[in-house]
């Protein structure tokens, strides 16, 4: 008799994602015997943000939600034997593991036993001097905010085998929030790159959340998806050899089928025979689906390759101010109007910004920066109409006369026009490079219960 697959479910793909669906999936693993439960919870700039929160607070710098994420679900986790495995560390995981075992006490539960994976951000003078080499001297020219390195699997991995029952890191991979619990449990190799390759992409389906249950899939007339406001969260099914099973969990919306499926496999994947991991080179050049059943859908035919010789790093720094400001135009004549409000702006603007203009309701998403699309549409009839003005410049200062002038509309411009809204905020631009593995000094330390 064959022996049960390995279960994980991932009740998150990013951060801000709803915080309920994490329910569903324990009660759904606890139902099945146990198993582990992920949370992704960071995107490329998630973890810049999280650091100049931990600037502005030593104790911050950790996903925002975590409480509420954990609150519902850490008793049943843990009295069920299902591990919890995230990202949510950001930039500060010892710090988020203060406030789990924090949680677990004032919940009157057990102290966990909570492992926390380090090494992902890069601060040392070698290893900066390494960036430099890579990226050359324009990164003398950038107002660092935070470089990290993309971590695999193996830290996880080594900390679940020393019976952790929570482990919380900051950046590493997204699938390798699977591949680790799968290594962990079954003992493969290092280099077994085959079932890696597996269960990486077991990983890839899971770590955007509700994407492969039908959310960013669904199209009302075209693709429709039953009860989506309650998607369920996915769970994969991993056997021994890697292979996997895709579900969701139990008595939730959403669906899981062929097609939500194939959407995942290729979301984000530039080339299907080499999906570049730290732990693996997947190869989905080959694979196939198979419906199984009611919300059920088998992946075969996935390969994998000797993982890179370099990880990943992303380096974000403060990249001047974004204003944007909005108006309102509606009746006749609105399109006119708006436009003659955003060429009142430019005009008493100058040279002094570039302005980017959207006629929301006539054209916004499908435009592009220069206005061209815009100035090469003739003007028409648009009777109900938000104006958005929006601009970038290093100071602050200048980049706010955009705002001055689109509130000033509200008499020195066209009729009519009604509910300004402005913002100005700080811009996080990144740029990414390679560099050794031997250059990272990554880990993981079991957090020491507290009294």
Request: proline share 6%.
């Amino acid at each position: 008799m064959a022996a049960s697959p390995f279960l994980i479910g991932c009740a998150t793909g990013f951060s801000g994602d709803r915080t309920d669906g994490a329910h569903a999936v324990v009660q759904s693993l606890a139902a099945r015997g146990g198993g582990t439960l992920t949370f992704e919870t960071l995107a490329e700039r998630t973890l810049a943000l999280a650091q100049l929160a931990r600037n502005a607070d030593p104790d911050g710098g950790y996903e925002p939600l975590l409480e509420e994420l954990l609150a519902p679900v850490l008793g049943d986790c843990l009295r069920h034997g299902i591990r919890i495995v995230g990202n949510f560390g950001a930039a500060n995981p010892p710090a988020a593991a203060r406030c789990i075992a924090n949680l677990a006490r004032s919940q009157g539960l057990p102290a966990p036993r909570i492992a926390v994976v380090h090494g992902d951000a890069l601060t040392t003078p070698e290893q900066r001097a390494l960036l430099r080499e890579r990226l050359g001297p324009s990164l003398d020219e950038m107002d660092v905010v935070s470089a990290n390195v993309y971590l695999g699997a193996s830290e996880i991995a080594d900390a679940l085998r020393a019976d952790a029952q929570i482990v919380v890191a900051g950046r590493v991979a997204d699938p390798s929030l699977t591949v680790g619990p799968a290594l962990a449990h079954y003992g493969w190799a290092p280099d077994d790159w085959t079932r890696l390759g597996r269960a990486t992409m077991a990983g890839h389906m899971l770590e955007c959340g509700t994407q492969v249950t039908g959310g960013y899939f669904c199209v009302p007339g075209l693709k429709e998806v039953p009860d989506v406001h309650v998607a369920g969260y996915p769970i994969a099914e991993i056997d021994a050899d890697g292979g996997f099973v895709i579900g969701k969990a139990d008595h939730t919306g959403g669906a899981v089928d062929a097609r939500t499926v194939k959407e995942q496999l290729l979301y984000e994947v530039h080339d299907p025979s080499r999906y570049l991991t730290p732990d693996v080179v997947a190869d989905l050049s080959q694979a196939s689906v198979q419906v199984l059943g009611s919300d059920r859908v088998a992946v075969h035919g996935i390969a994998g390759h000797p993982r890179p010789d370099e990880l990943k790093v992303n380096v974000c720094y403060r990249g001047g101010w974004l204003a944007e400001a909005e108006i309102s135009y509606a009746g006749v004549q609105a399109e006119a109007r708006a436009r003659l409000a955003a060429d009142i702006v430019q005009r008493r603007l100058g040279s002094s910004l570039r302005v980017r203009t959207d006629l929301i309701g006539v054209l916004s998403i499908l435009g592009d920066d220069s206005g061209a699309m815009l100035g090469a549409r003739p003007a028409g009839a648009g009777r109900d109409v938000r104006l958005r003005l929006a601009a970038e410049h290093p100071e602050a200062r200048v980049a706010e006369r955009l705002l001055r002038e689109v509130t000033a509309l509200y008499t020195c411009g066209p009729a009519g026009g009604g509910g300004v809204r402005t913002a100005l905020r700080s811009r996080l631009n990144m740029v990414s490079c390679t560099i050794p593995r031997d250059a990272v000094l990554s880990g993981w330390t079991m957090m020491e219960p507290t009294a």
